[in-house]
Every structure is written in C-alpha cells, then in structure tokens.
C-alpha cells in the first residue's frame, strides 16, 4: 500500500515524522532550495572526480506493486556498474513508499541519507521543507546526454518547483482500468469495448456482477486521495484545475465537482451495488482480480506486469471512464540526490540516476515492471517496440499521459494528504457525507497550510 506520512520541522529538534492521524503540527519554516544548490564550479569538479576516483553509493527504492521489481532494479543496477566500474552502487530495498520514506527521514536526521533514492512523487515539498535534496539543474545544464523535454510533461510536473528541477522521473505510473475479457463475454458485452463514461461504468458493472464476482473493485485505503483525484478530474470542464494549486499551498478539496465525484463513488456501492460496501484495501483489488473474484478494477499501470504474469484469463487495459474529460492523477516516485553527502558522490549519483532514465533502461523497467516508460524516445527503442507489438495494453497508460497531472502534492503533505483519505473513507464507511466530508478536509488542511501562507 501507499502510506502517507507526516513531516513535521521542530525548530529544537530537528526533522521529525509522525505517522497516523490527529496529530498537531509545530510551525514549519521552509528552506532555501537555492542552499541545497552545488555551485558550478563544485559540479564540474566533482563531475570529474567521480569518473577517476572510486565512488560508492547507496541507493534506496521501495515496491508498492506485486511483480518483479527488485530483480529488475537489481539487474539495471549492475548494468550500470560493469560500464561505471569505479562507482558501485549497493541498492537497498526498503519496503512500501511509507516504509522507504521512514528509513530516509531517519537517514536525514542523522545527518546520514542514502545518496541517491526513489521516492514518492508527492514528497517534493516535504523534502524542500526539510532542505534535504540538491537541484539538479547544474547537472541537466552541463550533460548534452540528457534532455529533460524528453521525459514526458506529466511526470515532469511534479520534478519542478520554483523554476528548478529536483528530481527525474523513474517508478512512475497512471490509474487505468484493466478488465477480464472473458467475463465481458459472459455477460454479453464487447471484450473490445470497454466501459467509456460513468455511465458506461455503472451500466457494464451491473451486467457483469453475477456468478459469485464483483462487477468492479477500487481501493479506498491508504491510496483513497489518489482515486478520488482520478474521478475530480474527470468531472472538471478545465484541465488545469486540481486538487492542489502549483506552489502546493493551497488545496480545493470542497469544490462542487468534488463532491460530485466522490458521491459518484459512493454510488457505485451504495445505490447501484456493483462493488462491496466500505474501504476495499488496495493489495486485495489485484489478487481479486487475477483470481476471477471482480470484473474489473480501476488501479495502478505499475500493477500491469503482476497481471500480466499471473491472470489466466485474457484482459484488456484502458482509460478509466470518464465523466466530463478523460483524467488521471500520475502516481510513483522519482529519482532524488541528497544534500548531506560528499560532491563527488552527488555527482556519481547523477550519473546513476542519468544511467536508469536513460531510453533503453526506462524501456526495459517498463516492460519488466509494468510501470509507464518515462521517456519519449524510451518508445522508439526495439526492447518497446517489440514489447508493445505483442502486448498493446502496455501503451494505455502512456497514451493517457496526455490528460493526467500531477498527484496531489503540498507542503505538509502527509497532515493535507491524511485529512483528506481520512474524510474519503468516512464517507465510504457510511459515516458522513461527501460534502461534510470534504468541508472538513479542506478546513484541516488549510490549518495545515497556514504556516507556508504567511
């Protein structure tokens, strides 16, 4: 699952995490990103010395999704050192999101983070608060090997802030829906014609509840903000509207079409009966799935290799249906260097997370993960080509990239995140309504916000 934690400075006590909910936030203060920057100078020269010298690095990486992930990231890692033979990289599993961001915090605190990382996304801000993470733009500015339009805009969205880029693209993923084309058949529905609206979705649901399975399956856990992200933005008129504005200050949890959407699903158990009742955990919907006990289920791409390896039935994979425009929330994390290590290893550390985004190595992490290819030219490459060829629900979640944006993403993210996904599974509990729901989560989190708008 996705945990969500609370990063909290305390001005005596340095970086402090809390985990779970109800908790007081102390007064945060925000950090120079321009104090994490290395100077050119320090760039260049540790550039050079971490191609002479020998470099070794840690690198932490968390799997949230079943499928091969270690052994891929094992095996790119060693790619790596055999063309990189003076920089050895030792990678580190180290859990689910919320296990991986425990271990960096500590590692942070005591002055001692691993030098390179994959985490969430959404931690961008959590990670600026805490000045934890360099800039890569002296990096980017000096490489002609890397061109960061490559990567594609929705992934960059969330790199970005203040006009600087911290992180690269790497683990990252949309929400798509995969359905059992046996079952569509069984019911009588087009196996090609997946369920395109609301509409559609509550209608095909129906049908294909019978013999004992669900019509449909989403979570309502720990990933509860993220799903009703997806249907908010379908049923906005304006892409640009989120649940969070660009500096991650503010949020707009109690618009109209929010409540909508989380009614909507609502609905899908409540009135129309086409899923289980209450908060449905986010491991359960793709074991359900590849066992035969739901028609469908709307989930992460990264989950697309698991199915892929272990269904044995035929399913399609396709755009969540929508209700005003298509939309998706990207998920996963990026590549981040931190800031409490030596030059030389931040520059070896670039190297690496240069060498993983690289078009063949995004293409292959694609095709061994199920994960979405970072990269635009990742697609050109024969390992994609071949791969798409015989498996085209590979290319879904990279088409959808043209409507999806960035995941929910602010300052103090896990008290905002955790107000919100706390009110969300209320309301799938029965025990509030969506526009209570929603009001309360936007009251909490904008005392939440209240330091960094000041």
């Not at 609370?6 to 006590?13: E, Y």
């Not at 720990?222 to 933005?233: E, G, I, K, R, V």
Request: glycine share 6%.
């Amino acid at each position: 699952m996705r945990k969500h934690l609370k990063w909290i400075l305390l001005p005596t006590a340095g970086l402090t995490l809390l985990a779970g909910c109800g908790q007081t936030a102390g007064t945060s203060s925000t950090a120079s990103p321009s104090s994490a920057s290395p100077s050119a100078a320090a760039t260049s020269a540790a550039s050079a010395k971490a191609a002479s010298e020998p470099v070794e690095l840690t690198f932490y990486y968390p799997v949230n999704v079943g499928g091969p992930v270690m052994k891929v990231i094992d095996s790119m890692t060693n790619k790596f050192m055999e063309s990189h033979p003076n920089i050895k990289v030792k990678p580190v599993y180290t859990g689910n999101y919320g296990d991986n961001t425990i271990k960096i915090q500590s590692g942070i605190q005591a002055k001692q983070p691993p030098d390179i990382a994959v985490m969430m996304s959404t931690e961008l801000y959590s990670m600026l608060d805490s000045n934890a993470i360099i800039p890569l733009d002296d990096f980017i500015a000096k490489d002609p090997s890397i061109n960061v339009k490559d990567f594609y805009p929705a992934f960059v969205e969330d790199t970005q802030t203040g006009g600087k880029t911290y992180s690269l693209p790497f683990q990252r993923s949309t929400i798509v829906l995969y359905y059992n084309k046996q079952m569509f058949k069984e019911a009588g529905l087009d196996p090609e014609k997946p369920p395109k609206t609301w509409d559609d979705l509550i209608d095909y649901a129906k049908k294909l509840k019978r013999d004992g399975h669900a019509g449909l399956e989403i979570p309502g856990n720990d990933d509860s903000y993220w799903m009703l992200q997806l249907f908010a933005l379908q049923n906005h008129t304006d892409p640009k509207v989120n649940l969070m504005s660009s500096d991650g200050k503010k949020v707009l949890f109690d618009q109209p079409e929010n409540v909508e959407a989380l009614q909507f699903w609502l609905d899908l158990s409540r009135k129309h009966k086409v899923m289980a009742e209450g908060i449905i955990d986010w491991a359960t919907v793709p074991t359900d799935f590849i066992q035969g006990k739901t028609a469908m289920m709307v989930h992460t791409s990264g989950n697309l290799t698991n199915v892929k390896n272990n269904a044995k039935f035929d399913f399609g994979v396709a755009f969540p249906p929508m209700k005003k425009q298509f939309g998706s929330p990207t998920g996963g994390g990026n590549l981040y260097i931190f800031k409490d290590t030596e030059p030389k290893k931040q520059a070896a550390a670039w190297e690496f997370a240069k060498f993983m985004t690289e078009p063949e190595q995004a293409a292959q992490f694609s095709v061994g993960t199920g994960y979405v290819g970072v990269r635009k030219s990742a697609f050109d490459t024969e390992t994609m080509k071949k791969y798409a060829a015989s498996f085209p629900q590979a290319l879904v979640a990279r088409d959808q990239l043209e409507y999806a944006h960035a995941e929910l993403s602010t300052h103090n993210h896990g008290k905002v995140s955790t107000a919100l996904t706390n009110q969300i599974q209320a309301v799938l509990a029965g025990t509030i309504d969506p526009a209570g729901a929603l009001k309360k989560a936007q009251e909490e989190a904008e005392r939440a916000l209240a330091p960094f708008n000041k």
